[in-house]
């Protein structure tokens, strides 16, 4: 079974604009990471952000999370038509065992 | 360094049939998993292993699929007798463990006819 559940399930946006998306999950987590998923192919590691931390940059990249709401957010900032891409959060849960959401499809029109 | 190997990259079997993926994770990464994406969802984990041993292969279908990671190295995911839902693609990763997130190989594109 899924874990998270992503919102939106997809999104459209214009080159140059942010880009949020949200994530919450069910149980307790070491970790909370984020992944991109080109169409067709492997999934890219983007950023973890450790359960005690509140908020983590990455060059275009900025990750919040609340364990009390037991939520995330992915922020991308000045979005590129590359950025097209589905995206997905997972959650390290106890035992090292990684959890995905359902994600969310981002397309960046140019 | 190279990154997680998987083969073959695209397959194409009848249902009943059997097939097997192969994956050889980053070396020195102890924590191998293989999951399953079926078009439109998020990856679900099927097998968990550390070095040569299952951790977790909760969601893992037994009657029809395998695992096994022999020597504690590369794995190999085998599905016997194939269904038509089984057609997804797969995705195998390793981890090093502790903070530095999972590297997922390209996967293999399994279609059911």
């Known amino acids: 079974s899924q874990q998270g559940e992503e919102d939106p399930q997809a999104l459209s946006i214009q080159e140059g604009e942010n880009a949020t998306m949200n994530c919450s999950y069910k149980?307790?987590?070491?970790?909370l990471q984020w992944y991109r998923q080109n169409s067709g192919r492997g999934l890219v590691h983007l950023i973890l952000i450790r359960s005690n931390e509140r908020e983590k940059h990455s060059g275009r990249l900025r990750v919040t999370l609340d364990t009390s709401k037991k939520s995330s957010s992915l922020l991308i900032t000045a979005s590129r038509a590359a950025d097209t891409a589905s995206y997905f959060c997972a959650t390290e849960q106890y035992g090292n065992k990684l959890v995905f959401g359902a994600g969310t499809i981002l397309r960046v029109k140019s | 360094e190279a990154g997680v190997a998987q083969s073959p990259r695209y397959k194409i079997i009848e249902k009943r049939q059997s097939v097997a993926f192969w994956c050889n994770p980053i070396s020195g990464h102890a924590t191998l998993y293989w999951y399953q994406q079926i078009l439109g969802q998020g990856p679900k984990l099927l097998i968990q292993f550390q070095n040569n041993g299952v951790v977790d292969d909760s969601q893992l279908p037994k009657d029809r699929f395998s695992a096994e990671r022999l020597k504690g190295v590369d794995s190999t995911l085998k599905i016997q007798p194939a269904k038509l839902e089984d057609s997804a693609v797969y995705l195998c990763a390793s981890s090093y463990g502790g903070l530095y997130g999972y590297t997922f190989g390209s996967g293999t594109r399994l279609t059911v006819v």
């Open positions: 149980t307790s987590i070491n970790n």
